[in-house]
């Protein structure tokens, strides 16, 4: 099926450990982003890539990187967790790099930190 | 102050009932964009405006520039309707990517 997939859905981590959220679109978007959602507060943006091998910071970056592997792949790395990135995290993509066009978003991890 | 206000943040109704979901917002935009996250997570995406009015089958959505407003309407409010309402705005402050989430309004519609 067309559209965003992330994996894995859920995720439990030790403080400290680290892990890769995987992130693929196959309606070739050019515009990739990662979103973490907590309670009681708006999605807020991780990290985006307007095109294929580019990459920015987006509000709240400290403690995650990413990778733009391709136009269709885009990964969130937490090198060290923590139990403040307990939360829930949606990848999302767009057609094209400017514009006013919609969003396509994955269905969601849920990463618990302990 | 955010600057994405939604309102209410919580809406209970019968079904059939024609609901009203509000979204302030503070800022100059280039977008505003409606959302919808089910119970089981997932955000799907309902409306972009940029000026004027939309309709999809029972919802529309209006938008006011001047007044920095936007509505979500339901018209014959369904159970299947139950779900987050998110209004989410795009700057023309802080560059084409930057969307700014309201919290949300969680709409349950009892049969």
């Known amino acids: 099926n067309a559209g965003v997939t992330q994996t894995p859905k859920f995720q439990v981590l030790k403080t400290g450990q680290s892990m890769t959220l995987q992130c693929a679109q196959d309606?070739?978007?050019?515009?990739m982003y990662w979103y973490r959602q907590d309670p009681g507060m708006g999605l807020r943006l991780i990290y985006y890539s307007a095109s294929e091998g580019t990459t920015d910071k987006g509000e709240v970056p400290n403690g995650y990187n990413v990778s733009r592997l391709n136009k269709r792949e885009f990964s969130l790395r937490l090198e060290s967790a923590a139990p403040s990135q307990t939360s829930v995290y949606f990848c999302?993509?767009?057609?094209?790099?400017?514009?006013?066009?919609?969003?396509?978003f994955g269905s969601g991890t849920r990463l618990t930190v302990v | 102050k955010n600057e994405v206000e939604q309102s209410p943040q919580n809406l209970t109704a019968q079904e059939g009932e024609f609901i009203t979901i509000n979204c302030s917002y503070s800022v100059g935009i280039s977008a505003l964009h409606w959302l919808q996250q089910h119970p089981g997570g997932g955000i799907v995406s309902l409306f972009m405006?940029?000026?004027g009015k939309k309709k999809h089958g029972r919802l529309i959505a209006t938008i006011n520039i001047q007044e920095k407003h936007s509505s979500l309407h339901i018209t014959a409010s369904h159970p299947r309707d139950s779900a987050v309402y998110i209004c989410a705005v795009r700057s023309t402050n802080f560059g084409n990517e930057k969307l700014t989430f309201g919290t949300g309004t969680r709409l349950t519609i009892i049969p």
């Open positions: 999302a993509s767009r057609l094209p790099r400017t514009g006013n066009y919609g969003y396509t």
């Open positions: 405006l940029s000026s």
């Open positions: 309606m070739n978007h050019n515009s």
